[in-house]
């Protein structure tokens, strides 16, 4: 890519004239603070550290901000606006700041919540159609980044690595392991599809507007195998066990099992002490309940 035009970041003048363009006035609900500093841009870059063949999904992105860093390093780049302004304004923010980079972008106007491996192939027709996505990198929607990285990691199933911006208390969340005051359903969720770690804090003077909230980064690799198990079994007991945190599991799970003596039946043939809270338990101690109950009903069909 060495004989191509340099690709040029968006500062602060860039953005509010972008968002000036559009008559933007960005909203809350849909998370619009948008990066305003190339800095950060690049640091986010380099912390995704993307191989040269990697194909990026990124969600949301806004006015452009991210999304021009990683057309500069990445084979292509698929993107997934919800807001069809700046789904629209988009291809040409990139024509005029990564010319040669053009080529590389598909841009679907859509909810995350909404994407599947099917529709991220049908890219526009007139592309050279990418591989699936391997990495996704997104400055995320907080109120949603939870749901959006499961959603996402559950349907792309190519998807390796992932690095992604998201409100601090939520950094800390998905990074949290068993034990700690954090730990909790997105942790233990997240722990099924492989191994995350926080990344670094991000300053809210980078965005405009700026946050009400402290932003952090989040590194995750998907590990080569999940635990033995259904997913949605597996998720139904973490959601259970942390829908009442402070109560034993036994209580806990009384209304997933039908009764607190059924839970009991079924933590004690999955070996786990009753008396324990459900935030001491590993992804795979999990696995193990929602397993141990299959075994017991299914004896109980014979
Ligand atoms: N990536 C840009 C940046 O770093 O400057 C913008 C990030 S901003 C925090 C979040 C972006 O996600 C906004 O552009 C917003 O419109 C978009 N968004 C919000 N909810 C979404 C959803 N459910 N699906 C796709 N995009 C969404």
Do not use: C
């Not at 053009?102 to 841009?107: N, S």
């Not at 199933?157 to 998201?166: G, Q």
């Amino acid at each position: 890519m060495t004989d191509q035009p340099p690709v040029t970041l968006l500062g602060p003048v860039e953005v509010r004239r972008l968002a000036e363009v559009l008559e933007l006035t960005p909203t809350k609900s849909l998370g619009q603070n948008f990066v305003h500093d190339g800095n950060t841009v690049r640091r986010i870059v380099a912390a995704a550290d993307l191989r040269s063949t990697d194909h990026v999904l990124e969600i949301g992105p806004g006015l452009g901000s991210l999304t021009l860093g990683l057309l500069d390093v990445a084979a292509a780049l698929t993107v997934v606006e919800i807001d069809p302004r700046l789904a629209a304004l988009l291809p040409t923010t990139v024509r005029a700041h990564a010319p040669g980079r053009y080529e590389a972008l598909t841009v679907i106007t859509a909810d995350a919540m909404t994407i599947t491996a099917d529709r991220l192939a049908l890219t526009d027709p007139d592309r050279v159609a990418p591989a699936d996505p391997t990495a996704l990198v997104a400055n995320l929607p907080y109120n949603v980044a939870v749901p959006v990285i499961l959603h996402l990691l559950a349907e792309v199933p190519t998807l390796r690595r992932i690095l992604v911006m998201v409100q601090a208390e939520v950094a800390d969340r998905l990074a949290a392991g068993p034990g700690s005051k954090t730990y909790g359903a997105p942790s233990a969720k997240l722990a099924w599809y492989g191994r995350a770690r926080r990344a670094g804090s991000i300053s809210r003077t980078v965005f405009w507007p700026v946050p009400g909230v402290d932003s952090a980064l989040v590194a995750f690799d998907r590990g080569d195998r999940p635990p033995a198990g259904d997913r949605a079994a597996v998720f139904a007991v973490i959601d259970a066990a942390f829908a009442q945190r402070r109560k034993t599991l036994r209580a806990a799970l009384a209304d997933w099992a039908g009764s607190p003596a059924f839970a009991e039946q079924i933590l004690t043939r999955a070996g786990i002490d009753p008396s324990a809270r459900g935030e001491v338990l590993n992804v795979h101690e999990f696995a193990r309940i929602a397993a141990a109950r299959e075994v017991i009903d299914a004896a109980a069909h014979e």
